[in-house]
């Protein structure tokens, strides 16, 4: 018989939490650096890596294709893709996750042709590549989806040329990225137009540039790739990570007290500073660092939020904030402007009590005074960190599931919370219901 152990965070919540949050470097960054390393011809050596589970399977998918890995510290590792072999990267290990795309970009930029898998990620309905799709072929590559979801992508005839000018029909952060990756080593040049801006394009593009690649403009949605003929190696610091950051803040202005949340770029978190303000939460900000403070005998007042891309209101944090709706005086709004299905929480979060009516990209929140105590379920990355945002605010035990998804971008989230003074543990436990199913 075997028996299959879950994981789960025991959470007692409230009380107002009191100290310092150092920031990670950008997940969303990352799962994209890694991948270009495969452009390159040299020993990479990345600092402020996120040690967390998204970042473990791209090295690990590297490291199958042949790439050298060497870890320095949790944080800082170099790769060397010089002797990687051209192979489709392991089917699974890439369905697992959405990022592991940016290997067609890359692959296509140092192979001229590519097999990956159809990307995994979290579920907020249909993730459509057909914007990376579009930019590929604009560079001479033909595209198919092969029985099974196995992308073929192949320079059919001659070499991989610039694109000229792509058009992106909607602001995709993927396709941006994807389409730069092969752009820095096509012969010509490419400019993506209506190209998404937020900090970990501009990261990426900083990235390839300080190994040799021209690209200009990232960070406006207009990109000029110039086709280079190699990369080499260096040494280059990941950005601090946005969301990381923006999540602490909201759990500071959710539970009350005053946190320092160190080692991020202020300029990123001016769309969840202004909505944090406009609740009452007093956020001031430091050259490297925000401190967060609210009483906690003071209640939160209603906003309305609209998702929208980069300088817009991150997507990202949109669960997050939904803890704070739950809890304020009156009735809020978010409108989720990116996805078509990213309210699967709501269902957990009434479990706990809250007044929230959804309607497709729509949810209507009705303040409660407080939450109850219930199990609750991490249903995708960000909502999991919501559900322990909803825990930490809530007097009594929650207990949260499935953190696997919260594990795949938050590095040390309980240590970091309990050096707030929250009271969150791991806890490992046999799953009684698959007891004697298998084996
Ligand atoms: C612009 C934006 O906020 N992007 C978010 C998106 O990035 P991610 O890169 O995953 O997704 P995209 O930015 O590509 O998608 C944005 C929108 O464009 C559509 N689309 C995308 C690609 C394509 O080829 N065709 C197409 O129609 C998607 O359905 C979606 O509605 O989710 C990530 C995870 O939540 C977030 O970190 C990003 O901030
Ligand atoms: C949803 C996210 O990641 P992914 O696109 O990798 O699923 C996220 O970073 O919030």
Redesign the pocket.
Same mark, same amino acid.
């Given at each position: 018989m075997v028996i299959v152990t879950l994981e789960k965070y025991v959470i007692e919540g409230g009380k107002p939490l009191y100290g310092d949050i150092q920031i990670s470097g950008a997940k969303?960054a990352a799962v994209a650096i890694l991948p270009a390393t495969v452009l390159i011809e040299g020993v990479c050596r990345i600092e402020n890596i996120p040690n967390i589970l998204d970042v473990k399977k791209i090295v690990d998918i590297l490291y199958q294709m042949g790439a050298q890995v060497r870890l320095i510290n949790k944080n800082t590792i170099e790769i060397d893709t010089t002797n990687i072999k051209n192979m489709a990267p392991p089917y699974d290990m890439v369905r697992s996750m =959405?990022a592991s795309y940016y290997l067609l970009g890359a692959m296509l930029g140092r192979f001229h042709e590519a097999q990956v898998a159809m990307p995994g /990620?979290?579920n907020? /309905? !249909? =993730? *459509? +590549? #057909?914007?990376?799709?579009?930019g590929f072929e604009a560079m001479g590559v033909s595209v198919s989806v092969e029985p099974g979801g196995l992308i073929d992508a192949r320079v059919a005839e001659g070499t991989l040329h610039g694109g000229g000018s792509i058009y992106? #029909? !909607?602001?995709?952060? /993927?396709? &941006?990225?994807n389409i730069m990756l092969a752009a820095a080593r096509a012969e010509g040049t490419t400019i993506i137009e209506n190209a998404?801006k937020?900090p970990?394009i501009v990261d990426l593009a900083n990235f390839l540039n300080s190994m040799g690649a021209d690209v200009k403009g990232a960070g406006t949605d207009s990109i000029k790739i110039n086709g280079v003929k190699a990369l080499h190696g260096g040494t280059y610091s990941i950005i601090p990570d946005q +969301?990381e950051a923006g999540t602490y803040m909201a759990l500071a202005a959710a539970t009350g007290g005053e946190v320092s949340i160190n080692n991020i770029i202020p300029k990123h978190m001016e769309s969840i500073t202004a909505k944090l303000i406009e609740m009452g939460v007093e956020v001031e900000e430091g050259d490297d660092s925000i401190v967060v403070r609210r009483d906690p005998a003071k209640r939160l007042e209603r906003v309305n939020i609209k &998702?929208? *891309?980069?300088p817009?209101f *991150?997507? #990202?944090m949109q669960p997050q904030m939904a803890i704070l709706l739950t809890l304020a005086d009156g009735i809020g709004i978010i409108t989720e402007?990116?996805?078509?299905n =990213?309210f699967r929480y709501v269902d957990e979060l009434k479990r706990m009590g809250a007044n929230i009516q959804v309607d497709g990209k729509i949810a209507v929140f009705e303040g409660v005074d407080h939450l109850i105590p219930a199990p609750v379920k991490a249903c995708d990355? =960000?909502a999991g960190a919501a559900m322990v945002i909803a825990g930490l605010v809530t007097k009594g035990r929650t207990e949260v599931e499935d953190i696997f998804h919260i594990e795949r971008g938050y590095e040390e989230i309980v240590e970091k919370l309990r050096g707030v003074g929250a009271d969150i543990r791991k806890i490992t436990v046999n799953d009684p219901s698959v007891i004697g199913k298998i084996g």
């Open positions: 969303n =959405r /990620g979290c907020f /309905g !249909v =993730r *459509p +590549i #057909d914007q990376h799709i579009k992106l #029909d !909607v602001v995709s952060v /993927g396709a &941006t990225m998404a937020e970990h +969301i &998702t929208m *891309p980069y817009g *991150p997507t #990202d402007g990116v996805w078509d =990213r990355l =960000r």
